[in-house]
């Protein structure tokens, strides 16, 4: 929707209409006091659509004082396809028209889908809605007088300004009816036609139109976006509506941007963005899209504006299959049993309906303001991980959370407060920040509603069920009070995440060290089962725990483990941590071999940036050494070749975009180990060793590390590529990002490198 004034001069008998263009239309016209600059439109009356007074005018009453007539035209947001593909410019869809939509299945999606024949892709997928601009559709009068009981012409000024004590309400209607048409219009019709083609609907459902959290109900496979674990997140959107929607399968849109420039981000950098969604309740990662690179163009092959970039044009490409082994088995493990979040946090969608304006329409752009970071600590923190709740959610299935928090939630309708004295009578516990509601949601028959609504919060608010806390800082503490923790740090809560799935005869914990510092505290669990055990997501193993009286908890920098309690016997005795000692310090005479060059000596472990025949060198360098150990040093105990700790940096990242973590390697940036010949292990995250117990032998052992650095320091020793003719042909559809952040990085093994054993 669209707003135009003309001031009609003292005396005027006649007023310029607006430029109505191609597929607009003049919904209505307003009349009051002012000019131009400045009218109050809570006083401008509904006019008559004026009569025609010659071309592009139409005839007015004279009065003796200046006056504004306002127009509101049903428009177009005119927003056009982001950096489309050639041949597919054009206008984004209005995701409120079926009409659109269908068009769109018909005339786009059909004939992708027919070049599958009868081997249907695994999804099809829409992105995150980013049509900016959209709040209204051609039937949006029509429908909305269908849905909501009034004529919402009459409000136009209303919503458009804000003003008068009605607007917030006013408001609230005019979202909530958007919402309802893109769940019908765009959600279901496209969800019913992946079904009916044999293929899934995977959906960013959040940002503009107005979904809710609840419309992922309506797709296959909720999918999120963004790492922000411990503030509201758009990804948290979609693992609460997979839990409470019984959706066992939820995909993250994972690295977009991730450690930019493109080239720059590591093994690391991906483990650290993919335990954040892990923790949120992510089980399949999506990467953001690399570009095919054509045979024969130049290293280290194109790249995408955002994206980090993992094929085969990246040296450490070498151990991507250890990296995707610890996904898979991460995202199998918390692919089993039920989600077992303990806290739901209610999203006041009435609320933030309320306080949308024209043109920029988001429940999941405004909800920060409710979920505010602390109020996500105060939960993390004490000990518990949370899901999101919505009306829509509550009215269709209740509350099984035994925690609800209310974060300043002031309209709710009368149906939702009885489903929450339901749940508080059995045995539910509410914590409201500061009050509980006492509005009516919408406008029709407010006064009513509003009555209602705060006759319920009276009566929720007698119950002892129910806890008011004045701010966000309050909760952690009133959590305490109603509920044991699930998993309780005795330090360092702020660091490290964790998330439970509940299975018929055990529990599964995945914990993770989101911090680059070691973590070393005791953790109490709620959970009690009959055993305890750690399951090495890197490789399957599993060793005994105890987590009686407490669980001792050591993690490295970005370190994760998985915890699983069952009721079977113990996989065998607690091992207790033995002091390790050197057996051998390697940090000395290395021979390293560069492709198609002799080995050369490496007195000192260094960068071989450092030299300028290597400063530029993207690839695989190979380092080997010979280590003589006796037989008593081989059979005295549990041997590891430890690479060091690495270098914590800065917590706050110094790329303009995208996240990493913030440690540099000693090992830059992964590596495969050999020992006598026989693969050992990679290296590639904290903590930077590995067992090769069983793969040394008395007398001389060849160890060979085959390190591969990133494909950064080639493309900083190459000119920049000239886009110019492509722009100029096709126009600026991207613009490469941090390209002056482009430089060799340390690269190669750094040190110090030492054999350790630990005593049988």
């Known amino acids: 929707m669209r707003v135009a004034v003309a001031e009609v001069a003292p005396g005027a008998a006649s007023v310029a209409l607006p430029a109505i263009m191609s597929g607009e239309k ?59 593909a050639l041949g597919a410019e054009g206008f984004v869809l209005d995701h409120l028209s079926r009409k659109a939509i269908d068009h769109h299945l018909n005339t786009v999606a059909e004939p992708l889908l027919k070049a599958f024949g009868d081997q249907p892709p695994y999804a099809v997928f829409s992105d995150s809605l980013e049509v900016y601009g959209t709040d209204w559709t051609d039937d949006f009068l029509e429908e909305f007088q269908r849905r909501r009981g009034y004529d919402l012409k009459p409000y136009l000024p209303a919503i458009h300004s804000g003003a008068g004590a009605d607007a917030g309400a006013l408001r609230h209607d005019w979202v909530q009816t958007q919402t309802e048409l893109v769940n019908e219009r765009y959600l279901t019709p496209v969800n019913d036609w992946a079904k009916k083609h044999k293929t899934q609907f995977r959906s960013q459902t959040y940002g503009e139109p107005a979904v809710s959290m609840s419309s992922n109900r309506l797709v296959a496979l909720p999918e999120g976006e963004g790492p922000q674990f411990r503030t509201f997140s758009f990804t948290r959107l ?66 995408f504006y955002a994206a980090a970039v ?49 043109g920029k329409v988001s429940l999941s752009a405004e909800m920060h303001r409710h979920v505010t970071p602390e109020l996500t600590e105060q939960i993390l923190d004490a000990g518990h991980n949370l899901d999101y709740v919505d009306a829509e959610s509550i009215l269709a299935l209740g509350v099984s959370h035994a925690v609800l928090v209310m974060p300043h939630v002031t309209r709710l309708s009368p149906e939702v407060m009885a489903r929450l004295a339901d749940y508080v009578r059995g045995g539910g516990k509410i914590i ?39 701010d966000d800082t309050a909760v952690g503490a009133a959590l305490a009070k109603v509920l044991t923790p699930d998993l309780k740090l005795a330090s360092q809560s702020a660091d490290v995440g964790f998330i439970r799935r509940k299975l018929a005869d055990g529990d599964i914990y995945f914990i993770a060290n989101t911090s680059n510092r070691e973590v070393r505290t005791t953790a109490k669990l709620r959970a009690t089962r009959k055993s305890a055990s750690w399951w090495n997501p890197h490789d399957g193993t599993a060793s005994a725990a105890r987590v009686t009286p407490a669980l ?34 390697l940090g000395r005479d290395w021979q390293v071999r560069f492709p198609g060059e002799k080995p050369q000596a490496m007195p000192q472990l260094r960068s071989w940036t450092d030299d300028p025949s290597t400063r530029f060198f993207s690839g695989i360098a190979v380092y080997s050494k010979d280590v003589e150990l006796s ?46 010949g026989r693969r050992a292990g990679s290296v590639w995250h904290p903590p930077y060793e ?64 030492r054999l350790l054993t630990q005593p049988k």
């Open 238 to 303: 979609a693992t609460s509506a997979g839990h409470l929607y019984n959706k066992p399968v939820i995909s993250a849109e994972t690295w977009t941007w991730l450690h930019s420039p493109a080239f720059s981000a590591t093994p690391l950098d991906m483990k650290a963005e993919a335990d954040r969604m892990l923790l949120q309740g992510v089980n399949l990662f999506v990467g953001h899209g690399w570009p095919y690179t054509p045979p024969g163009s130049p290293e280290p092959g194109y790249s």
């Open 26 to 84: 003049l919904l209505a016209a307003f009349v009051g006091a002012g000019n131009a600059k400045q009218y109050d439109a809570a006083a401008l009356k509904l006019a008559r659509l004026p009569a025609a007074a010659g071309p592009g005018r139409a005839a007015v009453a004279p009065a003796a004082d200046a006056r504004v007539m306002v127009f509101y035209i049903a428009s177009r947001t005119g927003q056009q396809v982001k950096r489309a």
């Open 631 to 676: 037989a008593s040093q081989v059979s005295g105990g549990a041997i590891r070749l430890d690479f060091g700790k690495g270098t914590p940096l800065d917590t706050t990242p110094k790329v303009p975009a995208g996240m990493r973590a913030m440690l540099d390697s000693p090992v830059r940036e992964a590596a495969e180990v050999f020992v006598n």
């Open 552 to 585: 001792e908890l050591v993690l490295a920098p970005y370190e994760s483990r998985i915890l699983v309690l069952d009721d079977g016997d113990a996989i065998g005795p607690v091992a207790l941590p033995k002091p390790s000692t050197v057996l051998a310090e």
């Open 432 to 470: 409201a920040i500061g009050g509980l509601p006492s509005m009516a949601p919408g406008f029709a028959d407010a006064r009513r509603i509003t009555s209602q609504v705060v006759a319920a919060s009276k009566t929720l608010q007698a119950s002892a069920g129910v806890t008011l806390v004045a």
């Open 690 to 753: 590995l067992d090769v117990t069983s793969h040394l032998r008395a007398g001389v052992n060849k160890i060979e590390v085959r390190v591969a650095n990133l494909s950064l320091n080639a493309l900083a020793g190459q000119e920049r590529p000239d886009y110019r003719l492509l722009s100029a042909r096709y126009g600026q559809r991207f613009v490469p990002q941090d390209t002056h952040l482009i430089v060799p990085t340390a690269s190669g093994m750094l040190g110090p490198v």
């Open 310 to 358: 993992f094929n085969d044009h990246q040296p450490w490409w070498n151990v991507m299959p250890d990296v995707t082994s610890y996904l898979g088995r991460t995202s199998y493990l918390l692919r089993q049993g039920r989600p077992a979040n303990d806290v739901a946090v209610l999203l006041p969608n009435d609320d933030v309906y309320a306080s949308m304006t024209p």
